[in-house]
């Protein structure tokens, strides 16, 4: 199946800095890419909705000016994480479809391996 | 999206078919069954999707009752790397379809040696 690689897979960071978190479809190209959110002993919960060339769309309650999404290419999605603070803690992950194989309906997403992030 | 309940853990022995149920009574003509498993920090991987036929494929095998009201995700001979946690997702197909999934609680399925 096609591949998504997510950089770092873990990251440590002080309180009020910002981490950048790197999406990339590996194999194929992804016009939207999504990024989720898991805390521990939690579902994974959509957090926005990164379209490459336009602005990101974002869920409720999820502050676009605190996570800023980056769709530079078809290849490339970029989270960051601005201002960090210890309950931003989590699991970050992102996923991606092809649309080589028909385009939304009846595909399956691909997910990156997550990006642990520790806001100490 | 329909919404979806399972169980929230489950048992099974080494080498024995693993059986997982999903409840979606509320599903509509035009939604996909998509199953996907989450191993313990790693991202969600996709196993097996259908519409109303049973699916099989090299992982797993979909069983989707006749009145699409629930489904069964087997996994014919568990290995203790089957253990997870497997989610049920009912998705609608829509024009644009670039929409995010909406994960459940999900099952935690573990593997007994």
């Known amino acids: 199946g096609a591949v998504v690689s997510q950089h770092p897979s873990w990251v440590i960071c002080k309180s009020g800095t910002s981490v950048k978190i790197e999406c990339r479809s590996l194999?194929?190209?992804?016009?939207?890419m999504f990024w989720y959110r898991q805390f521990p002993k939690q579902s994974l919960m959509l957090m926005a909705t990164?379209?490459?060339?336009?602005?990101?769309?974002?869920e409720q309650g999820v502050e676009k000016d605190k996570f800023l999404i980056n769709h530079a290419s078809l290849t490339l999605s970029t989270l960051t994480v601005t201002s960090a603070h210890p309950e931003d803690s989590s699991f970050y992950i992102c996923?991606?479809?092809?649309?080589?194989?028909?385009?939304?309906?009846?595909?399956?997403?691909?997910f990156g391996q997550g990006t642990r992030l520790t806001v100490v | 999206d329909a919404k979806t309940t399972q169980p929230p853990s489950m048992d099974c022995a080494e080498g024995r078919a693993a059986n997982l149920p999903c409840n979606h009574s509320t599903i509509s003509g035009n939604e996909y069954v998509y199953w996907y498993r989450q191993i313990h920090s790693q991202g969600p991987q996709y196993i097996i999707h259908?519409?109303?036929n049973n699916e099989t494929n090299e992982m797993a095998s979909l069983i989707i009752t006749e009145d699409r009201k629930s489904s069964t995700l087997i996994l014919p001979h568990a290995t203790l790397r089957d253990t997870a946690v497997y989610y049920c997702?009912?998705?609608?197909?829509?024009?644009?379809?670039?929409?995010?999934?909406?994960f459940g609680k999900g099952t935690h399925l573990i593997i007994q040696p």
């Open positions: 996923s991606a479809r092809d649309l080589a194989t028909g385009g939304w309906v009846n595909t399956e997403a691909f």
């Open positions: 194999d194929f190209q992804a016009t939207t």
């Open positions: 990164s379209n490459e060339g336009s602005k990101a769309t974002y």
């Open positions: 997702i009912v998705r609608v197909i829509s024009g644009g379809g670039a929409d995010g999934l909406t």
């Open positions: 259908g519409l109303k």
